[in-house]
């Protein structure tokens, strides 16, 4: 397969993921299921699904479905109150879920013939956040006959059903090297600070969220963040405007902050600060509290 057809020539590293998907379009040995999988996100499994789904039903996107979590409470007609009440009781706490009338709309899609195929491909993303009723549908799907080929993507392998991940075939995704996180990321036209670098953790994906919620935070507090605050005053006027941000924001900060300081300091005893902030900031601690205690002198 020269450079002209291969269709990852776009996927940065993922040499292993790359070999064994090249083979079964190479050999025609297209599997029924596939799981990629990784120990991290961002590392390129989606853009590679899009890619093998390309080879297996060409241009053609009407032979492709997604199926991504959601937080939507609508379901469709049919479903019992029963049913209802149990689904939605995640979704009502703000946690996307994968729903069972979502893997209904699968087994519709894939009881009707191919477009321009042979036939089609399912592409079902954050497996890991199937409902369990949803994630029992999926397996007495992936147990019959059918005319498609599953690519189910999680970066949390270990909380899908082991009989799930028994019918798949596993493609194994890693860590990126620094040098292939830097050329992802070029190509995105981004500019990548070693301080991002060092907390993506090979991760192209995670370094790309980095960056942006880096330009969320105010450059005069990340100046004034660049060690510890030396005298009381400021300690406090920066404590105040950090605790009145998100809570994501906050934790975030916490991370990149740790990083840094811990590079210029060496400091352990700010390492069990950084350890117990995190800790409160999860239990939800008062922000000013614990904003206060991690950096006043």
Same mark, same amino acid.
């Given at each position: 397969m020269n450079n002209k057809t291969n269709p990852f020539t776009e996927i940065i590293g993922q040499h292993t993921a790359k070999l064994l998907?090249?083979?079964?379009?190479?050999?025609?040995? @297209?599997?029924?299921?596939y799981l990629f999988t990784s120990e991290i996100?961002?590392?390129?499994?989606?853009?590679?699904?899009?890619?093998?789904?390309?080879?297996?039903?060409?241009?053609?996107?009407?032979?492709?479905?997604?199926?991504?979590?959601?937080?939507?409470?609508?379901?469709?007609?049919?479903?019992?109150?029963?049913?209802?009440?149990?689904?939605?009781?995640?979704?009502?706490?703000?946690?996307?879920?994968?729903?069972?009338?979502?893997?209904?709309?699968? @087994?519709?899609?894939?009881?009707?013939?191919?477009?321009?195929?042979?036939?089609?491909?399912?592409? @079902?993303?954050?497996?890991?956040?199937?409902?369990?009723?949803?994630?029992?549908?999926?397996?007495?799907?992936?147990?019959?006959?059918?005319t498609g080929t599953f690519i189910v993507i999680s970066s949390h392998p270990q909380k899908l059903l082991p009989t799930i991940k028994s019918r798949c075939q596993i493609i194994p995704f890693h860590r990126l090297t620094d040098e292939e996180v830097v050329s992802v990321i070029k190509n995105q036209q981004i500019e990548l600070t070693q301080e991002i670098l060092a907390i993506s953790e090979g991760s192209p994906g995670r370094g790309i969220a980095h960056i942006k919620m880096l330009l969320s935070i105010p450059k005069a507090i990340v100046s004034q963040l660049e060690a510890p605050p030396s005298d009381i005053l400021s300690a406090l006027s920066l404590s105040n405007s950090i605790s009145s941000w998100n809570h994501e924001t906050q934790l975030w900060l916490l991370t990149y902050l740790q990083h840094n300081w811990w590079k210029k300091l060496q400091n352990t005893q700010l390492l069990a600060k950084f350890t117990q902030a995190r800790n409160q900031l999860l239990y939800h601690v008062n922000p000013r509290s614990v904003w206060d205690s991690l950096l006043l002198p």
């Amino acid at each position: 397969m020269n450079n002209k057809t291969n269709p990852f020539t776009e996927i940065i590293g993922q040499h292993t993921a790359k070999l064994l998907l090249t083979e079964a379009i190479e050999h025609n040995k @297209i599997a029924p299921a596939y799981l990629f999988t990784s120990e991290i996100e961002g590392v390129g499994k989606t853009k590679t699904a899009l890619a093998f789904a390309n080879t297996i039903v060409g241009e053609n996107h009407l032979d492709v479905l997604h199926i991504k979590p959601t937080s939507s409470r609508s379901l469709l007609e049919g479903t019992s109150p029963r049913q209802l009440l149990c689904e939605n009781t995640s979704q009502q706490k703000g946690i996307p879920t994968i729903r069972v009338e979502q893997i209904r709309e699968v @087994i519709e899609f894939l009881s009707t013939s191919a477009i321009n195929s042979n036939q089609k491909v399912v592409i @079902i993303h954050s497996c890991d956040m199937l409902h369990p009723s949803a994630a029992n549908t999926l397996l007495k799907t992936l147990e019959e006959p059918k005319t498609g080929t599953f690519i189910v993507i999680s970066s949390h392998p270990q909380k899908l059903l082991p009989t799930i991940k028994s019918r798949c075939q596993i493609i194994p995704f890693h860590r990126l090297t620094d040098e292939e996180v830097v050329s992802v990321i070029k190509n995105q036209q981004i500019e990548l600070t070693q301080e991002i670098l060092a907390i993506s953790e090979g991760s192209p994906g995670r370094g790309i969220a980095h960056i942006k919620m880096l330009l969320s935070i105010p450059k005069a507090i990340v100046s004034q963040l660049e060690a510890p605050p030396s005298d009381i005053l400021s300690a406090l006027s920066l404590s105040n405007s950090i605790s009145s941000w998100n809570h994501e924001t906050q934790l975030w900060l916490l991370t990149y902050l740790q990083h840094n300081w811990w590079k210029k300091l060496q400091n352990t005893q700010l390492l069990a600060k950084f350890t117990q902030a995190r800790n409160q900031l999860l239990y939800h601690v008062n922000p000013r509290s614990v904003w206060d205690s991690l950096l006043l002198p």
